[in-house]
């Protein structure tokens, strides 16, 4: 079966420190990967998806960039957090295939104080 | 995508069937309607998806109107456990998630 790994659940940092978020994802091969974003009390923002290695689309430019290293890695980045950075975040897989579901990760709680 | 429109908050009582409504009056012919929830500090979970079709699972059922422009999510007998947000979307079934958009969704409320 396929599962979604992602770390750390929770994380405080000071404004202007780096970030680095990770997601792997286990069972499956080439799935499209997903970050969102989302902030307190609100619905969810996508921030980033890739369909393969290297291959990154972002849909809000930001203070965020996304890289995809290993086919089932996706790693969210940032070299200096702002305070609007806190939120929570998740990532996400689907298959490359019509009609397919979006599986979520548990998420990180990331705080910028 | 087709933007829906769903009541911010509803209350349903411990066993009793919750029915939370989902407008989509603009649906298109190839948009499917989907169904996530989030309890709170967690990751969304899939319920369930369809076209036009009623659909049901061991979770839910989708009753999609004849005209598509509405649908509700039914929970036959819900449980405390079944406190959450829970989103209606609808999208073109292609084989891209980036048009998963979820709106702010509609706070269900199971009370004892």
């Known amino acids: 079966s396929q599962t979604i790994h992602q770390w750390p659940a929770t994380l405080v940092q000071p404004v202007g420190s780096p970030l680095s978020l990770e997601c792997t994802v286990e069972g499956t091969s080439n799935p499209n990967l997903y970050w969102y974003r989302q902030a307190a009390g609100r619905g969810l923002q996508l921030l980033f998806y890739s369909v393969g290695i290297g291959q990154i689309s972002s849909e809000v430019p930001q203070n965020l960039s996304a890289s995809r290293p290993q086919d089932r890695q996706f790693i969210l980045s940032s070299k200096k957090l702002l305070l609007s950075d806190s939120g929570f975040y998740l990532c996400?897989?689907?298959?490359?295939?019509?009609?397919?579901?979006?599986?979520f990760g548990s998420g990180t709680q990331l705080s910028v104080l | 995508d087709a933007k829906t429109t769903q009541p911010t908050s509803m209350d349903c009582a411990e066993g009793r069937a919750a029915n939370l409504p989902c407008n989509h009056s603009?649906?298109?012919?190839?948009?499917?309607v989907y169904w996530y929830r989030q309890i709170h500090s967690q990751g969304p979970q899939y319920i369930i998806h369809?076209?036009?079709n009623n659909e049901t699972n061991e979770m839910a059922s989708l009753i999609i109107t004849e005209d598509r422009k509405s649908s509700t999510l039914i929970l036959p007998h819900a449980t405390l456990r079944d406190t959450a947000v829970y989103y209606c979307i609808v999208r073109v079934g292609d084989n891209y998630g980036q048009n998963f958009v979820f709106g702010p969704g509609t706070r269900l409320s199971v009370l004892p």
């Open positions: 369809g076209l036009k």
């Open positions: 603009t649906i298109s012919g190839n948009e499917y």
């Open positions: 996400a897989w689907s298959r490359g295939r019509v009609n397919e579901k979006l599986f």
